[in-house]
């Protein structure tokens, strides 16, 4: 059973000296506009753990997950209920491989800016995303 709590996670991979972060758009039924990956925290479990099940259910990624506890939460409304969504980056292998769940119809690996100046579409999505470039760049430059 759902709970009132979301994650969303950022899905990023290193390769050649640039991150890239993963985008995925989800199908019509569902709005068709571009995000990360997102999804409800079901009772019993952690906001880690339904961050990585969520990985796995729309990316098909089920292991080397590295994930980042980004710091930044927010609320949300709707359908006339209250949400609170917590933030993750996840970092994946580059080899990695997308196979996409029925949610969505396609994927793009982009650069940050990229994803939130052409794709992102909410609020909480952009700040998740600069937040994490952030992160990133303390750690080491992203490209």
Partial sequence: MRTDNQVEVIVFKREKN???????????????????????VEEGETFEQAAIREVGEE?????KVK?????????FFENDKRYFEKIFGAEILPGSKINLSSEHTEFKW????TAIEKFLKYP???EGFRRLIEILKRREDVK
């Fill in 67 to 75: 994930l980042i506890d980004i710091g930044y939460s927010f609320s």
């Fill in 18 to 40: 640039k991150t890239r972060f993963l985008i995925l758009k989800r199908n019509i039924k569902k709005g068709g506009f571009w995000q990360p990956v997102t999804g409800g």
């Fill in 59 to 63: 990316t098909g990624i089920i292991d």
């Fill in 110 to 113: 982009v650069d940050g800016q």
């Fill in 124 to 126: 909480g999505n952009i």
